[in-house]
């Protein structure tokens, strides 16, 4: 299934996070008219992964924890209509993907953006010296996109990480 629609049943979306205890209400409607486009966030990760390897870079891997992340992020934006890092009263970015992630993460980027396509958006990020720096940085290892339509646009959030790996003990 290409896409996945947030949804709410209540008459409004409540998101909390016990350990920051802050609270953010959205009016369901806004959230409703959104989905989701996992083939987008694929078609994302085959750019990102063709750009790196043009580059001589190792693939990214897809991390389940900062897809949660970064889909998250990329909802808030489109039910907003704002594009941006971080919004208030919203963890930074370390603290927003450590409590996504189960591994300790050792870096960490972000790129946001919109377009009313994946590929335009992807082109957008590697004409941009700062999200392209951060797509081809050799430190990272992990990925996690989400990909949000909202009407004829595309909010974009691209998550990425480095999970140290583990010592081999000797």
Same mark, same amino acid.
């Given at each position: 299934? +290409?896409?996945?629609?947030?949804s709410? @049943?209540?008459?409004?979306?409540?998101?909390? #996070?016990?350990? %920051?205890? %802050?609270?953010?209400?959205?009016?369901?409607f806004?959230?409703?008219?959104?989905t989701?486009d996992?083939?987008?966030e694929q078609?994302?990760?085959?750019?990102?992964n063709?750009?790196r !390897?043009?580059?001589?870079l &190792? +693939?990214l891997?897809?991390? +389940?924890?900062l897809?949660?992340?970064? @889909?998250q992020?990329? /909802?808030r934006?489109? /039910?907003?209509q704002?594009?941006?890092?971080d919004?208030?009263?919203? $963890?930074?970015? &370390?603290?927003?993907?450590?409590a996504?992630v /189960? /591994? $300790?993460?050792t !870096?960490?980027?972000?790129?946001?953006?919109? !377009? &009313?396509?994946v590929?335009?958006?992807q082109?957008?990020?590697?004409? #941009?010296?700062?999200?392209?720096?951060?797509?081809?940085?050799?430190?990272?290892?992990?990925?996690?996109?989400?990909?949000?339509?909202?009407?004829?646009?595309?909010?974009?959030?691209?998550?990425?990480?480095?999970?140290?790996?583990p010592?081999s003990?000797?």
């Amino acid at each position: 299934m +290409p896409s996945r629609k947030i949804s709410s @049943r209540m008459s409004w979306v409540v998101a909390s #996070s016990l350990v %920051f205890g %802050f609270t953010l209400l959205v009016p369901s409607f806004a959230m409703a008219q959104l989905t989701y486009d996992s083939a987008g966030e694929q078609h994302i990760l085959d750019l990102a992964n063709q750009a790196r !390897a043009q580059a001589g870079l &190792p +693939p990214l891997k897809l991390d +389940p924890g900062l897809t949660a992340a970064a @889909r998250q992020h990329s /909802a808030r934006m489109a /039910a907003q209509q704002k594009l941006t890092h971080d919004f208030p009263g919203e $963890p930074e970015l &370390p603290v927003r993907l450590a409590a996504k992630v /189960a /591994a $300790p993460l050792t !870096a960490e980027g972000e790129n946001v953006g919109y !377009a &009313p396509t994946v590929e335009r958006s992807q082109q957008a990020f590697m004409d #941009s010296p700062h999200h392209r720096a951060n797509l081809l940085d050799v430190n990272f290892n992990v990925v996690g996109f989400g990909v949000v339509r909202s009407g004829r646009m595309l909010y974009v959030t691209q998550d990425f990480a480095q999970i140290a790996k583990p010592s081999s003990g000797k």
